[in-house]
């Protein structure tokens, strides 16, 4: 059973501590304060609309450990701005005391220790405790999901996003927009969203590929406090490039700001009081949206993972981000009039599992969802003495892990995983189940490959990446990570332009320089071509897990940044 | 695994576009460029091109040209190995100065459009379509 810890909030005591506690341990030091539900969801209710933002859960129905990034590097005109800012200057930025709960939930450096005081972040019956609590605040408040809901945990691979949709439906969600559903396969999306979903699934940008038509619903209007609320949705830009295109073969992606600009007029022509987007863009790429086509007072990001503690403003439109894995819930009240928004008041709720108490219905559902694969899910594969995790550009540790199993398992030199946002994190000593391989690595193309690549194709493969992350115009950014790379070292200059940025590849077993005409051995999974062949990632990474029996992640040195 | 369509595209392509960009390409685009307008001024605006930014599929890249008041729409690609996409001539019975095709790309390029005006003279503009390996989306 789930018991109702008290929790330790620093707050201004923190500083006077540090000097005397030094790093780490703020859990132990901090006990003066105890945090409670409704510290959490405080809110002065205002205006006459409610906006629920709710993205990228990828599909944790349960609560789960998340870190958030050390290196979330910006460039161009966005360096050292929200969201690429990290640990000790995100903090400082924001005004959040060192040991406190915004420090848990937004900074990564004191993680650990900070994650015994105040536990594990979301899960679907705690986010339905918040909806509610929302709600019995302002009946009609629009929940708006932001997409990557119906991917990435086990129970969602067996089920074909089934207890997403479930789940979803039984929140009560008023629209969603998209991104890895599209990878169940547009048959099974089309199910869904035709006989199932039972609320729009939005997409202004997403066309017929061979007629350059529409292809789903680009808005809906809501009409709510008296105000019409046009939510327009923008589905992931990069479908067919960054995932399968053979999975969707007659869907057409891509930014489309002419588009954006037609539906945004299109809504106010029709009567919008206020216009919502709710996107899957990616932060940076919101951000240049909202510069070039006026006329949106709020954008809903996703994608890129990022949550901040107050709205980033441009020109009139807020931009919103709600984070990832259900570790966040946003609440926005609008005070909407006469044509337009007076007022925004927002708050970034944190969805701290062990002070939310759990919605009873909610979680006898999700119990339900998960009944029949509690076997598979509770098995005890290994245990790990490190912190495994996945964010940050260049390398995480749960990926090393899984280059380790790939170098290891597949006999290869170098090891590729894609560098994926999603992921849960696990605490050193914990048992790694199934369920948290899973959690890592769940998703409908899991082949892993063992292929010869020339030094060149290897290089050209990481210039790749490194631009659809570092090029300086937000529109050309796919919104990943760095792909990470086991068994060879390089360097990244991120400044250069793409061909220039990677240099020093090293095989580190030999300690050689790569060769660019000489072929090697390389490892990976998730690629987005059709017929991959080779046994699932997670039956690789367990295979290796069952070995070691405890894991064990040494610091990775193997990459030198420069610039950025 | 064989890594196959498109490695091998991107692979050749890589190599393609370095060697020929500097020398090949661009003095071809700019004899295009002069064929077309008689050497004449050719001013930025007052044309639109519209392209993905990252190009789904090299192969087939949707475009869009549009410029009000103009006779007819020169498309450059400028990376490719012969530039020349096509000229759209608009007759005086066509209501609207706007045409879309898909164009092949050999690799991350400029797109040039240059259109003629009705009064003779030359405007022009240039989108980036980037052909990726892609595959690592968050």
Redesign the interface.
């Known amino acids: 059973m789930i018991s109702r810890r008290d929790f330790l909030q620093v707050g201004m005591a923190a500083s006077a501590l540090y000097g005397a506690g030094g790093m780490g341990n703020w859990a132990r030091l901090a006990a003066q304060q105890t945090l409670t539900q409704d510290d959490l969801l405080r809110f002065d209710t205002s205006g006459n609309v409610t906006l629920i933002h709710i993205t990228d859960i990828h599909a944790q129905l349960k609560p789960v450990w998340f870190r958030e990034p050390e290196f979330n590097i910006g460039v161009g005109e966005v360096a050292g701005l929200p969201p690429h800012v990290t640990g000790a200057d995100f903090r400082k930025m924001y005004g959040i005391a060192d040991g406190s709960v915004m420090d848990y939930a937004l900074t990564y450096d004191d993680f650990v220790s900070l994650s015994q005081a105040y536990g594990k972040v979301g899960g679907a019956d705690r986010i339905a405790t918040v909806v509610n609590a929302i709600r019995a605040d302002r009946p009609d408040a629009l929940l708006l999901d932001g997409g990557d809901t119906w991917q990435g945990s086990l129970t969602a691979l067996r089920t074909q996003g089934q207890d997403m949709v479930n789940v979803f439906k039984a929140l009560g969600t008023d629209a969603m927009t998209s991104h890895w559903e599209f990878t169940l396969g547009i048959d099974r999306v089309m199910e869904i969203v035709e006989n199932e979903l039972g609320f729009p699934f939005l997409g202004a940008n997403i066309f017929d590929a061979t007629w350059d038509e529409p292809a789903f619903e680009p808005y809906q209007m809501f009409e709510r406090g008296g105000a019409q609320i046009a939510v327009i949705g923008q589905a992931f830009p990069y479908m067919p490039i960054a995932n399968p295109g053979w999975m969707f073969p007659d869907l057409s992606f891509g930014i489309r700001q002419e588009r954006m600009a037609e539906m945004v007029a299109e809504v106010r022509a029709a009567g919008a009081d206020a216009v919502v987007l709710l996107s899957h863009n990616g932060f940076d790429v919101d951000r240049k949206l909202a510069a070039d086509v006026p006329g949106i007072d709020v954008i809903l990001t996703g994608h890129t993972h990022d949550a901040l503690p107050e709205p980033v403003l441009v020109g009139k439109t807020h931009l919103i981000a709600s984070g990832s894995h259900g570790k966040f819930v946003s609440r926005l009240d609008l005070d909407v009039r006469d044509g337009e928004v007076k007022e925004v008041n927002h708050k970034l709720i944190p969805i701290l599992s062990d002070v939310i108490t759990p919605d009873p219905d909610m979680a006898a559902l999700v119990e339900a969802e998960r009944a029949p694969y509690m076997d598979e899910l509770t098995e005890v594969i290994g245990t790990t003495d490190s912190l495994l995790y996945r964010r940050g550009n260049f390398n995480g540790t749960w990926d090393d892990l899984i280059c380790n199993a790939l170098l290891e398992e597949r006999e290869a030199d170098i090891a590729l995983s894609p560098g994926f946002r999603w992921g849960a994190s696990l605490l050193p000593g914990s048992d790694i189940t199934r369920e948290d391989i899973f959690n890592a690595t769940a998703m409908s193309y899991p082949n892993a490959y063992r292929t010869e690549m020339t030094g060149e194709f290897l290089h050209i493969v990481l210039e790749d990446v490194a631009d659809n992350l570092f090029n300086p115009d937000p529109y050309y950014q796919q919104g990943g990570d760095m792909v990470r790379v086991g068994g060879m070292s390089y360097r990244i200059d991120i400044d250069q332009p793409q061909g220039s940025r990677i240099s020093d590849m090293t095989l580190l077993k030999t300690g050689e320089k790569i060769d660019a005409s000489k072929t090697y051995m390389v490892a990976g999974w998730a690629s987005v071509n059709e017929d991959t062949e080779g046994p699932p990632i997670w039956d690789v990474v367990e295979a290796h897990i069952r070995k070691e029996g405890t894991v064990s992640i040494p610091s990775n040195e193997t990459i030198k940044v420069v610039g950025g | ?7 091998t595209l ?2 050749g392509l ?1 190599a393609a576009v ?1 060697v020929m960009m500097p020398l090949g390409a661009h003095a071809a685009v700019e004899d295009a460029i002069a064929a077309f307008t008689g050497g004449a001024d050719v001013s930025e605006g007052g044309v639109t091109l ?1 392209a ?6 090299g192969n087939t890249v ?1 475009i869009s040209v549009s410029a009000p008041g103009a006779v007819s729409i020169m498309i450059l690609a400028a990376g490719n190995p012969n530039p020349d996409v096509g000229t759209f001539n608009f007759g005086p019975l066509m209501p609207r100065q706007e045409a ?1 095709t898909r164009v092949r790309l050999a690799g ?1 390029q400029d797109l040039i459009a240059v259109a003629k005006m009705s009064d003779g003279s030359f405007v022009q503009t240039s989108r ?1 379509v ?1 052909v ?7």
């Open positions: 695994m064989t890594l196959s369509r498109r490695e991107v692979l890589g370095a519209t993905p930014e990252i190009a789904e599929n949707p879309s991350t980036e980037k990726t390996i892609g595959g690592c989306g968050g």
